[in-house]
Each structure stands twice: as structure tokens, then as C-alpha cells.
């Protein structure tokens, strides 16, 4: 049997932790709190999926803790493919079904890395209506930024490592993870 074929249904590569599962959680409490301050209670959020499902479900939560009933909806968007290098172009694979005109949005993501995805998505909730769109995202890579685009609420900025876990994938694997670790393709 070839190499490669022993390797087949496990993750490429090695984690190392960059955030604990409890730093995490903290930092989700008080974004909770600084965005329960800042929009009120009476907000609807989009999640950008697929990577920003955990994030997402944790910080909805922790709004509620705030008063927070949102109206939530998914819209899955698209512009990496498997590798981790992005295509550039963004695209909907799958959208909103909910109406957004005079919503007061809050657009959640996994990371803000060109700032292409998050701008197409509050260009296009804009253009439908939305009254005000901010932009939360759990990390923010500020050194990549192609697009002048900023996030009102950022859980956490780092360099420019590849990172996996809490949501966020490489190839489909590593999204399980209860932390958020940055990934070695040349180890494991
Ligand atoms: P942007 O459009 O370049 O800002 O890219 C944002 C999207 O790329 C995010 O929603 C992620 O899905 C993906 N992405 C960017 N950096 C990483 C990373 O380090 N790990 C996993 N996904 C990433
Ligand atoms: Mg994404």
C-alpha cells in the first residue's frame, strides 16, 4: 500500500494551541457583552457558515444572557476552496431566507483575513435594505487585509498562521477542536 493511501481519512499536519476552550469562552462573554451594548436587544444575525458555526452558537448564547432575541438566519459563502490560500472571487452557495430590509444586522464570521468575504456580505445586506450591518468576527489577521474593511467586535487578532479548530477547518478536519490552534502542514 502507498503512503498516501495509509493516510486517508485522517487530518493532515499537526495543531499547536494558540487559545485554550477557557480563553475562548472569556473572550465570547465579553464580546457578548460590549454587542448587547452597542445594538440592543432587537437584532437579526447572519452567520457566515461554514466556519463560523461554533463561534456563532457560543456567542448566542452568552447574548441571551444580555436580553438578546435575535432573528437568525445562515448564509454560506465561498472563497477558498480545500487549500489555504484564497480563490479571490466570492461566492453563495447558499443564502439568507429571511428579509433584512430595515433589520438591524449583526454579520457573524469566522476570521477577517482579505476582508473580500465580509465585504460582499454587507454590500449585498446593505443593497436588500439593512438598516445598519456591523461586522463581528472571532479573529481578525490584520497583516492580509486586501479590501479596507474593518470588524466592530473581533474576538481575537493574530499573525499570519494558518489556523484550525473552534469552527474553523482545513480540508473539513479540524472543526471539532475546543480550541483554536495554528496548523503545521510539514509535521504529523
Ligand atoms: P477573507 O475573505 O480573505 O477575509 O477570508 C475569510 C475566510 O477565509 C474565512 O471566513 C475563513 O473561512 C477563511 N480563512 C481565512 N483564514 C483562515 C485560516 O487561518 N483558517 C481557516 N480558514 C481561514
Ligand atoms: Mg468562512
Given at each position: 500500500?502507498?503512503?498516501d493511501e ?33 445594538m440592543?436587544?432587537d437584532i437579526m ?13 457560543d ?8 436580553g ?10 465561498s472563497?477558498?476552496g480545500?487549500?489555504?490560500?484564497s ?5 453563495i ?10 433589520a ?10 482579505s476582508?473580500?468575504?465580509?465585504a ?22 490584520p ?28 480540508a ?17
Amino acid at each position: 500500500m502507498k503512503a498516501d493511501e495509509d493516510n486517508v481519512g485522517r487530518p493532515p499536519g499537526t495543531v499547536e494551541m494558540l487559545y485554550s476552550a477557557a480563553e475562548i469562552g472569556a473572550r465570547v462573554g465579553a464580546l457578548a457583552t460590549e454587542i448587547a451594548d452597542n445594538m440592543g436587544p432587537d437584532i437579526m444575525v447572519v452567520a457566515v457558515l461554514k466556519g463560523s458555526f461554533v463561534f456563532t452558537a457560543d456567542l448566542l448564547r452568552a447574548l441571551h444572557h444580555h436580553g438578546v432575541h435575535p432573528r437568525i438566519d445562515f448564509m454560506t459563502l465561498s472563497s477558498y476552496g480545500t487549500g489555504t490560500q484564497s480563490s479571490g472571487d466570492v461566492i453563495i452557495t447558499r443564502d439568507i431566507t429571511d428579509d433584512v430590509h430595515g433589520a438591524k444586522i449583526l454579520l457573524i464570521d469566522d476570521i477577517l483575513e482579505s476582508g473580500r468575504t465580509l465585504a460582499f456580505a454587507r454590500e449585498l445586506l446593505e443593497a436588500r435594505g439593512a438598516e445598519v450591518v456591523q461586522l463581528c468576527v472571532l479573529l481578525d489577521k490584520p497583516e492580509k487585509r486586501k479590501i479596507d474593511v474593518n470588524a466592530d467586535y473581533v474576538g481575537f487578532a493574530i499573525g499570519d498562521a494558518f489556523v484550525v479548530g473552534y469552527g474553523l477547518d482545513y480540508a473539513h478536519y479540524y472543526r471539532e477542536l475546543p480550541y483554536i490552534g495554528s496548523l503545521d502542514l510539514n509535521s504529523g
